[in-house]
């Protein structure tokens, strides 16, 4: 855990948060500032900084994330309409929070390109 980051400390309980899924390897919450009307954000409890900080030895957990997103798309109702999962990685990419995460958005007709 990074001790300044502000998603380990969600990840570890420590700042409150709307969980809608969580394993031993990853946590899902609402964003405190959604873009659509289903706007949850992923992340992994072990601290990785970015996709570009990404590791050969991250490949499964990425994988799982990605299946975790399927899964919760699942349980909030947008997997038959479609949904989007964005990761933002570096300054241009604007994350704004250096642990690496993807937003699962939908619940609305999503318009492209996105930026």
């Given at each position: 855990?990074?001790?300044?980051?502000?998603?380990?400390?969600?990840?570890?309980?420590?700042?409150?948060?709307?969980?809608?899924?969580?394993?031993?390897?990853?946590?899902?919450?609402?964003?405190?500032?959604?873009?659509?009307?289903?706007?949850?954000?992923?992340?992994?409890?072990?601290?990785?900084?970015?996709?570009?900080?990404?590791?050969?030895?991250?490949?499964?957990?990425l994988g799982r994330i990605a299946y975790?997103?399927?899964?919760?798309?699942?349980?909030?109702?947008?997997?038959?309409?479609?949904?989007?999962?964005?990761?933002?990685?570096?300054?241009?990419?604007?994350?704004?929070?250096?642990?690496?995460?993807?937003?699962?958005?939908?619940?609305?007709?999503?318009?492209?390109?996105?930026?």
């Amino acid at each position: 855990m990074a001790q300044d980051c502000l998603f380990c400390k969600i990840a570890a309980k420590q700042i409150p948060s709307q969980v809608v899924y969580e394993d031993e390897q990853i946590v899902a919450f609402r964003d405190i500032q959604p873009q659509a009307p289903v706007h949850v954000v992923i992340i992994p409890r072990r601290h990785i900084a970015s996709l570009e900080a990404a590791e050969d030895t991250d490949v499964e957990l990425l994988g799982r994330i990605a299946y975790t997103a399927k899964i919760v798309a699942e349980q909030l109702g947008i997997a038959t309409t479609g949904y989007r999962v964005v990761n933002n990685c570096g300054t241009h990419g604007q994350q704004t929070i250096q642990h690496i995460h993807f937003h699962l958005l939908g619940g609305r007709q999503l318009s492209w390109p996105p930026g």
